[in-house]
């Protein structure tokens, strides 16, 4: 089975732009999270996705908001990036059943700098 | 608010060396408890779980036992190599909730 993808790799955007970014979860999985991993620092949990509504938010604004797919894949949009936004975003899935029902998964992340 | 704390790095260790990363953890109720570690360029992987006190995770030579009454989960490995070098965070999930709380992280470089 595919893991979780997450694209693109790397991104560079200049401050006040607008961002996407993209997830693919592993197959059987229907629960998305997103986290900001600033440098340096542990993964911070920005919300999460379930049956395509947002069912869990962090202490993120409104410009950071997300988008879960039917077919369990997500986006996440920023607005107004500001040069603090600069991070990996990790996108992480969990599967609805089985051994691992508790885990999750994480992607590679994007490397998001905003100049 | 739930909190995780982790032993601060970089650690540096020769091969064989006995690993130990200090993890201490604030929480309201009765967390499950997780050590991931983060290869260069990679996304994090789940190294083990404890999902109540007096649990013991283990993987890959790597063990943490869940103590309630020092709130810990010290992560262990009796002899250590090159290719585990890595970022190794310990993480929280409340009962219930899905939200991972993690520590800041710690660095370890093995030498050959």
């Known amino acids: 089975e595919t893991g979780v993808t997450q694209s693109p790799t790397h991104l560079i955007k200049t401050r006040g732009q607008q961002v996407t970014l993209r997830c693919s979860s592993q197959?059987?999985?229907?629960?998305v999270s997103w986290y900001q991993q600033a440098l340096g620092q542990g993964p911070q949990f920005i919300f999460q996705?379930?049956?395509?509504?947002?069912?869990g938010r962090g202490n993120f604004p409104p410009r950071f908001s997300g988008l879960q797919f039917p077919n369990y894949s997500s986006e996440l949009n920023v607005n107004a990036l500001e040069l603090d936004d600069s991070a990996l975003y990790l996108c992480a899935s969990r599967p609805r059943g089985g051994e691992s029902y508790n885990e999750q998964f994480f992607g590679p992340g994007t490397r998001l700098t905003v100049l | 608010g739930d909190s995780v704390t982790q032993m601060e790095g970089p650690v540096t260790l020769s091969e064989e060396a006995f690993l130990t990363i200090n993890c201490t953890y604030t929480a309201t109720g009765y967390p499950s408890l997780f050590w991931y570690v983060q290869y260069p360029g990679e996304g994090l992987q789940l190294l083990l779980k404890a999902t109540k006190a007096d649990d013991k995770g283990s993987n890959k030579g790597f063990e943490a036992t869940y103590r309630k009454e020092t709130t810990s989960f010290h992560l262990e490995k009796g002899s250590v190599q090159v290719s585990d070098s890595a970022v190794y965070f310990c993480a929280l999930r409340e009962q219930g909730a899905q939200k991972l709380v993690f520590g800041q992280g710690t660095r370890l470089t093995i030498n050959p």
């Open positions: 197959s059987g999985h229907n629960t």
């Open positions: 996705y379930y049956r395509e509504e947002e069912n």
